[in-house]
């Protein structure tokens, strides 16, 4: 009945074409979108590794003055084959990166706990397996100043997205990796945390 | 099948395209309706049944009166007899979901400042805020009023008794000398009666010294000087939804005097009063009042033996007032009043009146007997709610770890609006008509 409709009817074909051009566009959008992001944050990835070198970001976290979306640190997982730069905030804009810090917590390495925030699915999906992390698997992490290396302390655990005590201070000297949970979704936060273990020697 | 299975999912699609686009603006064009002006009335109704003045002593029977106001507030008052406590019934809340409703006030066998008995007079009166819905009734009612015969009854009888004495010698004469004697005395009611019944100044009729005496036997039987039956009078202020009401209503009355005058039982003279009604109505969504009233109606039954017995009615006309026994010291007068309205051009507050009748007896006998029947009342005024719709302010977001993840239905809804394009262009390709090379090749 609709192929004898459309047949007889040359406007109603033409709409419907417009139409299903359309929603193949559309369709494609959404599912290549995971795939853009992923493009879009190996651009400024390599943008960062520059910047982390360079001696006027060195200057600039000396001076603790380093900017939301700039390079701050870059993070190590063996386990993981992870190696990322890890940019200061944790807007969405800088989280485009793949991973921010928590400006209200410690610099790296620095007293009390460090938080760190990552995407699992998009945007280079950093944190994409750190739920497979075990305690005394080791997490490295390189300042434009030194470096250290914290040690996971217990096995990840799952909390709502407003339990910002697990990124209170601490006493001790640790680091707190957040990520969405379950994979895809922001329902909930997956938390690892790491206890500092060692300082590097500065590059 | 197929067919309604595709249109379904271009629906889907289509669904889930909206839902997409709308999203995003639903977030963020939110307004609330923001109370600018609140409402503000009142009503208020007033009732009263009888206002008598008997000799210079006041006295009011069946008195209601109700207020109410958005503040909110409620009272409310029913008396069978003014100022007698017993009678008296007040109630007041001033505050919102509160309410009154005491007993009822009733005194039996009352005497009045010494001139009047009252069988039962009772006072009621109910108020409320509940449901952010103001009330208030008042209600007086009484039943069975008398003036105490004796002290009145006296002198009225005792000049009765003197003009009829002084009639006697005449009675063998024609009519018209009859008449011409009693005209001075009775005034126009003898010539309204003596027209209706076809009896002119120069027509002969038997003696009348026997119909003299019967008045002067009817006058001796008369045991009170007037005989008062009251309906009720209520006032009631109601809020509803759409309105404010006020409505005040004194039920009708009827004043004998001279009651038991006739061999029949008869009274000289009945005045019968229909009800009054006064409503008011401010209407909450307009703010326009509307008074309306339906004022008292009244006619008059004269019951005169002396003139063979028969019970004549006399209409009265507004603005008209009728004369009885002019020029005598039993001379009466009745009065019909009129409605009227009053609306405040400011305000917009508007207020009814429907009076009822005024009636002075007996006006050489030390002032008289004055009655103000069936009156009623009522006034509205107020303010409309006012409201706006204003944007409503960014919702402050809650505190929250980092946000690192995605919607979970993208990918979904792009693998349907990908299954919904594909299944269209099938639908369009097996729809294109065949082509001339094609047809020829076959």
């Given at each position: 009945m609709l192929v004898d409709l459309l047949r007889s009817k040359r406007w109603l074909r033409r709409t419907l074409s417009g139409v299903s051009v359309l929603l193949l566009l559309g369709g494609l959008g959404l599912v290549g979108y995971p795939f853009a992001t992923n493009m879009w944050t190996d651009r400024i990835q390599a943008r960062l590794e520059d910047q982390i070198a360079s001696p006027e970001l060195q200057q600039a976290y000396k001076e603790r003055k380093i900017e939301t979306g700039d390079s701050l640190t870059r993070i190590k997982i063996p386990a993981l084959g992870l190696d990322t730069v890890v940019v200061e905030g944790v807007t969405p804009s800088a989280l485009r990166a793949g991973a921010g810090h928590y400006p209200q917590t410690p610099l790296p390495c620095e007293q009390g706990n460090v938080a760190i925030a990552g995407h699992?699915?998009?945007?280079?999906?950093?944190?994409?397996?750190?739920?497979?992390l075990k305690p005394g698997d080791t997490i490295e992490l390189t300042t434009p100043i030194g470096g250290c290396v914290y040690q996971v302390a217990k096995a990840p655990w799952v909390v709502a997205p407003s339990e910002l005590s697990v990124i209170d201070p601490t006493s001790e000297r640790s680091l707190t990796l957040t990520t969405c949970h379950p994979?895809?979704?922001?329902a909930q936060r997956l938390i690892i945390r790491a206890t500092w273990v060692k300082d590097l020697k500065a590059a | 099948m197929r067919t309604v299975q595709r249109l379904g999912a271009i629906a889907l699609t289509a669904l889930v395209m909206g839902a997409v686009l709308a999203l995003p603006a639903a977030a963020q064009t939110g307004t609330q309706t923001v109370e600018t002006r609140p409402e503000s009335f009142i009503a208020t109704a007033a009732a009263r049944g009888l206002d008598l003045n008997l000799f210079g002593n006041h006295v009011t029977i069946g008195q209601s009166s109700a207020l109410i106001n958005s503040t909110p507030t409620a009272k409310a008052s029913g008396a069978g007899?003014?100022?007698i406590a017993g009678t008296v019934s007040t109630s007041e809340v001033n505050a919102p979901e509160q309410s009154a409703a005491p007993p009822k006030a009733c005194a039996i066998n009352l005497p009045v400042a010494g001139l009047l008995t009252v069988e039962l007079a009772c006072g009621e009166s109910k108020v409320s805020t509940t449901n952010g819905a103001p009330s208030a009734y008042g209600a007086g009612a009484v039943a069975g009023v008398d003036l105490l015969g004796a002290n009145l009854l006296d002198p009225i009888v005792d000049l009765l008794r003197s003009l009829l004495n002084a009639l006697l010698p005449v009675v063998d004469q024609t009519v018209g000398t009859v008449l011409n004697t009693l005209t001075p005395v009775l005034g126009n009611l003898l010539g309204g009666l003596t027209g209706s019944l076809g009896l002119g100044s120069g027509s002969t009729v038997a003696p009348v010294s026997g119909l003299v005496n019967d008045l002067l036997d009817g006058v001796q039987r008369a045991t009170q000087l007037l005989d008062v039956k009251v309906g009720d009078s209520t006032a009631q202020t109601v809020t509803t939804a759409g309105a404010v009401t006020a409505t005040a209503t004194a039920a009708g009355a009827q004043i004998d005097l001279l009651p038991g005058l006739t061999l029949g039982g008869s009274p000289l003279l009945s005045i019968i009063v229909g009800s009054a009604k006064s409503v008011s109505t401010f209407d909450?969504?307009?703010a326009v009042s509307t008074p309306t009233f339906d004022a008292a109606v009244a006619r008059v039954r004269l019951g005169l033996p002396l003139l063979g017995g028969s019970v004549t009615e006399i209409p009265i006309q507004l603005n008209a007032p009728l004369t009885l026994l002019a020029g005598t010291p039993l001379e009466t007068t009745i009065s019909l009043g009129a409605g009227r309205t009053v609306k405040?051009?400011?305000?917009g507050s508007v207020a009814s009146y429907a009076d009822g009748v005024s009636i002075q007896l007996l006006k050489g006998l030390n002032g008289g007997i004055g009655l103000e029947l069936a009156h009623a009342e009522t006034g509205v005024g107020g303010q409309a709610r006012l409201v706006a719709q204003q944007a409503l302010a960014p919702a402050e977001p809650?505190?929250?770890?980092?946000k690192t993840g995605n919607d979970p239905w993208l990918p979904l809804a792009g693998a349907g609006l990908l299954m919904a394009a594909l299944g269209i262009r099938r639908r369009i390709t097996a729809a294109q008509p065949v082509r001339t090379s094609e047809r020829v090749s076959q």
């Open positions: 699992r699915t998009t945007y280079g999906r950093p944190f994409g397996n750190v739920d497979q994979k895809g979704s922001a | 007899i003014a100022l909450r969504a307009t405040d051009p400011n305000t809650v505190p929250q770890l980092a």
